[in-house]
């Protein structure tokens, strides 16, 4: 069966590349971002050494008032107009002023957006671990607590599942997942990103995000384990049975159930002057409506939230206090309110009066 991913909520898939104040120009609407290379090769011969130019170049983040936008250069005459010609993307502008700041990109190839396969089969390692050690229960989450405090080769519950530390690398039946790159169509836009922080809200970073309404090509989830290579390889057969697509699809529905739910009761609780919890939790009602075992809600991508990364939401549903009380110390995170619930924060794009979550998409049969 074929799938598509179709995006429901902004969707920042963290990359290295981000754009400097010199690699944009800034319009009512919109920014028109360029490549380094076409900036580079369309400066001036005789400016070279603009002292402005070389600043730009060199940006390091600080004193963003020192660093000029690249139609600045234009006007001044410093890079050739020529440019013009040569925008890479046109996103659609959410913030008000960009303020000669960092634009943090999401990721890109050459035809444009994608979502590696290495990212959507992380999402799909984590929901099958997820919904494995839910129906193991809490005393198999602490035995493997236990394990990694003993061992220093285990780095986390994952590993005590598979045998990592045993150096078994053979004993991960996810390599026998396959998952390709998926190009994303639709637009792009630029947002400020915010964190949310129980009673107030301050900024983040700039960040280049696919917009709601963006879906991906055709892909499947190709699985190569063989039964007889399974047993031969003595791997977990619980684990195993797993990887094909009904069990897949029901994985990432379960999981994704309860961190709407997680979600939900959070912005309940929680709430901020100026800050409109409801708009959030309308959207979360209705991914919570959208997400079906045939069709799953996923959340993806950067600033998404420890519990749509890591085994922690299990642990809190199997046992809400020792989540609280002993998982906390053992995961250690390096700064902690003790008075709230780990983690304190979320993050969001766009106003106060209209915030949308990061990440949220649905897994949806081709046509």
Known sequence: MEYRIEVLSPIHIGSSKSYRPIDYIEKEEEVLIFDEKDVL????????????????????????????????????????????????????????????????????????????????????RTAVFYHYVKNKGIDFIKKGIEEIKRNRKVKDIEDCIIGKFKKNILKDPFRFLRIRDVNIKGDVAVYQENIFNIKSYFLSDIIEVMCEGSYSEKFKFKTTLKKEIANKLDLDNELTSYLNEKNILKALYEYSKDIIEDEINYFSKNKAKLFNNSEILKELEKYKDLNKQESPIIRIGKSTGFKSHTLGLAVKQLDKDFYNREFIKFIRPPKYDKRYEFPKTRKFVGLSIAPKLLGFAIVKKAD
């Open 41 to 124: 090769s369309n400066i001036k011969e005789s400016h070279m050494l603009n002292s402005q130019l070389l600043r730009g170049i060199g940006y390091t983040g600080k004193r963003a008032e020192y660093y000029k936008n690249l139609d600045h250069f234009i006007h001044k005459g410093i890079i050739d107009n020529s440019i013009l010609d040569k925008v890479k993307v046109r996103a659609i502008k959410k913030i008000d002023d960009l303020k000669a700041k960092e634009i943090k990109g999401t990721m890109r190839n050459i035809q444009g957006t994608y979502i590696p396969g290495g990212t959507l089969k992380g999402i799909v």
